[in-house]
Every structure is written in C-alpha cells, then in structure tokens.
C-alpha cells in the first residue's frame, strides 16, 4: 500500500509561487497515473494536473500555463510547481494515484491566496 505525505502549502500573495510535494513511501517509477487534485471551501474536489508515467501531463485550463507536474522518480516524489498564483487557487491540495485499480490519497496541504 502506497502512502502520500503532501508538503509546501501556505500562504502566499497573490502572483506568487509555490511549490508542493508529494513523497510516497514506495517506488513511483512503475506508477501510470500520478495527479493533483484540490478542493475549496463547499466545493468539489477538482483535478488540477495529471502526470503518466511515458512522460505526458494534462492540466484542465483553470491551471493551465501556470501549474506543472514533476516526477523524480529516484526521489520518490511527484512536484507540483504553481505561479501566477490567484486567490480562486485557494484550497487544500491531495496527491493521488491508481495502481492496479485502487486509488490512494494523502491527506493535503493548505494553500492561501490572499493579500
């Protein structure tokens, strides 16, 4: 079983950038589908980007052109770099993936936008 530990939120001005992590307690060289997912106050959660291990990533056009997934698969982490940052960007951050069609999640990182 997979575990995700989720770091690098906070608060931050609007424009501004930051980068999250996602550490897994295994290999994600060998994992197809890695994402990010966020959720807002009395939202749904939402797919903010989509990274497969041939190297392909997606992003849905709220994010895109400012947000980029990264693997470092000798690190075992899956990046999440964000600028041009925006108050909407407001929300709590999970990583995710499937794996022999079981999904995991980890438990999220705070990210404020706000002056």
């Known amino acids: 079983q997979v575990r995700f530990v989720e770091s690098g939120g906070g608060l931050v001005q609007p424009g501004g950038s930051l980068r999250l992590s996602c550490a897994a307690s295994?290999?994600?060289?060998?994992?197809?589908?890695m994402a990010w997912y966020r959720q807002a106050p009395g939202n749904q959660r939402e797919l903010v980007g989509v990274?497969?291990?041939?190297?392909?990533?997606r992003y849905p056009d709220s994010v895109k052109g400012r947000f980029t997934l990264s693997r470092d698969n000798g690190k075992n982490t899956l990046y999440l770099q964000m600028n041009s940052l925006r108050p909407e960007d407001t929300a709590v951050y999970y990583c995710?993936?499937?794996?022999?069609?079981?999904?995991?999640w980890g438990k999220g990182t705070l990210v404020t936008v706000s002056s």
């Open positions: 995710y993936s499937i794996s022999g069609g079981i999904e995991y």
């Open positions: 295994g290999s994600i060289s060998s994992v197809n589908v």
């Open positions: 990274s497969r291990s041939d190297g392909m990533t």
